[in-house]
């Protein structure tokens, strides 16, 4: 599987980077996979985060979730659209050691 941290933005992935995501209502995004430390941030509406063993958790407006590195489905919960601050950062090496994106 690709990891999804790696992809080219055409800004340098030598740091963190910070996405804005508009989640459309009752949508279903693609999976999210990444070696990258996860900072979500939800700006308005909520989010459903699906984990690739099965475990649902819904993020309302003003919820945060920090996630280790590990593949997940993104969507909305209702007709609700959802408005997500994302912010990825600190490629993390299989043993632990710690480098920046990319």
Do not use: A
């Amino acid at each position: 599987m690709e990891d999804m941290g790696l992809t080219e933005t055409g800004l340098s992935n030598n740091g963190t980077i910070v996405r804005v995501v508009d989640f459309p209502p009752k949508s279903i995004r693609l999976v999210h996979w990444s070696m990258t430390l996860d900072c979500v941030y939800v700006l308005k509406g909520g989010i459903l985060l699906t984990l690739d063993g099965g475990s649902r958790t819904k993020v309302c407006e003003s919820d945060s979730v920090i996630q280790q590195p590990t593949q997940c489905t993104v969507g909305t919960m209702r007709q609700m659209p959802g408005l997500v601050l994302w912010l990825s950062s600190l490629r993390l090496k299989t043993n632990g050691e710690r480098k920046g994106v990319g």
